[in-house]
T-cell receptor, first 115, second 112 residues
């Protein structure tokens, strides 16, 4: 089965610019997650969707970050305007609830560099 | 607000067992322990998980102490391809509303 797809893989922008990341989860997975992974740290959850509704966005810096999941499939994460400290890898994951593992499947990530 | 503590790095000789420890002293009774690993430039991948019993699969074994405050991931015969960052994770919540709390991970270096 196809895995979680993300694009672009790499992005370099200057501070105060805007950027958007795209994620296509595994087909049939209702739950979608966006994580931020700063160099040398573990991933930190930014937002979780169940179908097209937000379940948890408590760690999302809402003054500059936004995310949507139209039609409950693909999702986009936007940063506007970007700051230097936003440099990180942004990981998308999806899961199919009700399985024994309750496993999250991760995409390869988008590496963002803010100059 | 990481719920787990891991050593930052460990070395292991190829072919030997790798034992990766994790402390999760504040874990609650219904919270699971998961282990994932992340190979350079890839997303994390599932290895194993457990609640209170020891678990084994084709990749690894998970030993959870009786008080559930710590666990150990065992890779029985480490290979060079097992070089990665290993994350011990506490899963909080139930069904559709669960959340993974990642620690900082252990960088395992498997040496020939």
């Amino acid at each position: 089965e196809a895995g979680v797809a993300q694009s672009p893989r790499y992005k370099i922008i200057e501070k105060r610019q805007s950027v958007a990341f795209w994620c296509n989860p595994i087909s049939g997975h209702a739950t979608l997650y966006w994580y931020q992974q700063i160099l040398g740290q573990g991933p930190k959850l930014l937002i979780q969707f169940q179908n097209n509704g937000v379940v948890d966005d408590s760690q999302l810096p809402k003054d500059r970050f936004s995310a949507e999941r139209l039609k409950g499939v693909d999702s986009t994460l936007k940063i506007q305007p970007a700051k230097l400290e936003d440099s990180a890898v942004y990981l998308c994951a999806s899961s199919l609830e009700g399985t024994k593992r309750n496993e999250q499947f991760f995409g390869p990530g988008t590496r963002l560099t803010v100059l | 607000d990481a719920k787990t503590t891991q050593p930052p790095s460990m070395d292991c000789a190829e072919g030997r067992a790798a034992n990766l420890p994790c402390n999760h002293s504040t874990i609650s009774g219904n919270e699971y322990v998961y282990w994932y690993r992340q190979i350079h430039s890839q997303g994390p991948q599932y290895i194993i998980h457990g609640l209170k019993n020891n678990e084994t699969n084709e990749m690894a074994s998970l030993i959870i102490t009786e008080d559930r405050k710590s666990s150990t991931l065992i890779l029985p015969h480490a290979t060079l391809r097992d070089t990665a960052v290993y994350y011990c994770i506490v899963r909080v919540g139930m069904r559709n509303f669960n959340k993974f709390y990642f620690g900082s991970g252990t960088k395992l270096n498997v040496k020939p």
